[in-house]
């Protein structure tokens, strides 16, 4: 089987089984069945079972990888359209994506070296907690690793949307506003479409604050990365 076919066979297998995850979840709502984690995991062990490389996976599959920002940029159009939400909060939610980008950021990495992680690891995590294509932009600056940071950043979108609502009720969160921003600054893309099933209001703030998050993180990444290993 020559290259091509070969990825050609990868991208429509990983179609196929999303879509087959994404029907499966809807039936049977459970965290294991969720498409952010059984599909990874379903294509990791048929790499590994085959022997399939990652260069010859990603060849045809990577502009899955580009459709990213697009989506992302989607989320913009409901907030659009609710910017009466965002004017009410305007205030509250600014200050809460600067102290949740500041304390991500930090906390992070300062676990990170209380564990005594490898500095490479630390520098992936820092930017963990906002979406895909701003993580791997402010990486960069961080000097982070690619393929740690999307890992890093699904597995906590991932952990956010599952124990969420959890955290809500245990601190007794109730607003919809506060819900919202707290599952879009901490969990991203899967935070925000947790959000979106709470309630058009959360889903929107979400939506705002992930971007605000991630626009936040990349811009100040350079600062960040001075200040936090500095030499």
Not at 47 to 57: C, G, K, Q
Not at 78 to 101: D, K
Not at 130 to 157: K, Q, R, S, Y
Request: hydrophobic share 55%; with cysteine.
């Amino acid at each position: 089987m020559s290259d091509y076919s070969l990825s050609l066979g990868c991208l429509t297998l990983t179609i196929v089984i999303y879509v087959f995850n994404k029907r499966l979840y809807q039936r049977w709502r459970r965290l294991l069945l969720m498409p952010l984690v059984l599909t990874p995991l379903l294509l990791v062990g048929l790499l590994v079972v085959t022997h399939i490389s990652w260069r010859d996976y990603i060849a045809e599959s990577h502009w899955l990888l580009w459709l990213l920002g697009p989506a992302t940029l989607a989320f913009a159009v409901p907030v659009y359209e609710n910017m009466a939400i965002i004017r009410r909060h305007w205030l509250s939610l600014s200050a809460g994506v600067l102290t949740a980008t500041v304390v991500a950021v930090c906390s992070s990495v300062w676990l990170a070296r209380l564990l005594a992680l490898p500095e490479a690891i630390q520098r992936s995590l820092a930017v963990r907690s906002i979406t895909t294509p701003f993580a791997l932009a402010a990486a960069g600056p961080m000097g982070g690793e690619p393929d740690l940071v999307a890992l890093f950043v699904v597995v906590t979108g991932v952990f956010g949307m599952a124990v969420g609502d959890i955290l809500f009720l245990r601190i007794a969160i109730k607003q919809g506003v506060a819900k919202g921003a707290g599952l879009g600054a901490a969990s991203h893309g899967a935070g925000t479409a947790r959000a979106y099933q709470l309630g058009q209001q959360e889903g929107v703030v979400s939506s705002l604050v992930m971007m605000l998050s991630g626009v936040l993180t990349v811009l100040l990444a350079p600062l960040m990365s001075h200040l936090l290993w500095r030499t």
